[in-house]
């Protein structure tokens, strides 16, 4: 399999690409950022993805398979960059995947689409509305690029489309959105919540998505798939294992402490996700593609604890 990675540089990008090369597969990666010391045998192109010259490498390397992970979810981000990043360029990406007959294209979403409310069941299936731009407005650039992406279900029907929905990641790289949440040695709570929290470890996730595209390039597979690991846990326990001390505190005073005393820089939106869960059903991934998790949960902190 030709296989085409937006986003390579990105640590969950440089994990996809290696595991596809192990496999075998031929790898072509796009970021304007470098990878300095990529494997030799990846195919480098340090460009933007709305320029044409990330155009020309749809046109030329005619890939199989097209794994689109360029997008941001740092909410610290300029906004209007944000957007440009995540809507503008997955519309590229699947433009340019339509126009030069890629077979299959996955865009890697996250499981944060659904939105944490109180209302919200505790287990979303792949048909739950998207309720995080009314929670979190900073994720509605997000929400649209994953509206986007599914839209080629019907629009490109020739294509074979798969939206990942995945959840947390954590590992050894320490990279991501809970790895930042994590990162000091208080964590803050809020005082009277306890949400359960899905992780994954990044190995997983990658195996995960390298399967996923093999199986859309080969096979039939298409459509929206939630992506978990292990059973979710107690956000307690989620601090506990990976070494550090939960810190609850009354939820008017955190957005004033986040980013001081040691505790993670968040915005005030994030809130809600201190307070409710979100998890994912992937009973459907599963069963379309046999995947499974190699990794526990409290393996996959320990990798981060002790990295």
Known sequence: MR????????????????????????VIGIDRRPWPDAPRAIEMHAVDLQKRAAEDVFRTRRPDAVVHLATVSHTSDDAD????????????????????????CVFVGRHTFYGAAPDTPLYHIET????????????????????????????????????????YTIGPSRKGTL????????????????????????EDAARAIVLTAHNAAERELRGVFNVAGPPPMP??????????????????????????FGLPRLPSQSI???????????????????????WDEGEALRSFRFA
């Open 179 to 202: 790895a930042h949440y994590l990162r000091g040695p208080r964590v803050p709570m809020v005082l009277g919540f306890d949400p359960l929290y899905q992780l994954m470890h990044e």
């Open 3 to 26: 296989l085409l990675v937006t986003g390579i540089s990105s640590n969950l990008g440089r994990l996809v690409a290696s595991l596809a090369l192990q496999q075998g597969h031929t």
């Open 128 to 167: 739950d509305p998207p309720l995080a731009v009314a929670t979190f407005p900073e994720l509605a650039d997000l929400v649209a690029a994953d509206l986007f992406a599914a839209s080629a279900l019907w629009r490109v029907p020739r294509m074979r489309t798969v939206i990942l929905r995945m959840c």
């Open 235 to 260: 956000l307690s326990s989620v601090i506990r294992v990976a070494g550090r001390r939960a810190l609850p505190l009354p939820e008017p005073l955190l957005p004033r402490l986040f980013g001081h």
């Open 81 to 104: 960059d944000r957007h440009r990043i995540n809507l503008g360029g997955t519309r590229a990406a699947f433009d340019y995947s339509d126009r030069y007959g890629v077979g299959a």
């Open 272 to 294: 809600e996700h201190l307070k409710h869960s979100v998890v994912v059903d992937d009973t459907a991934f599963r069963e379309a593609t046999g995947f499974d998790h190699t």
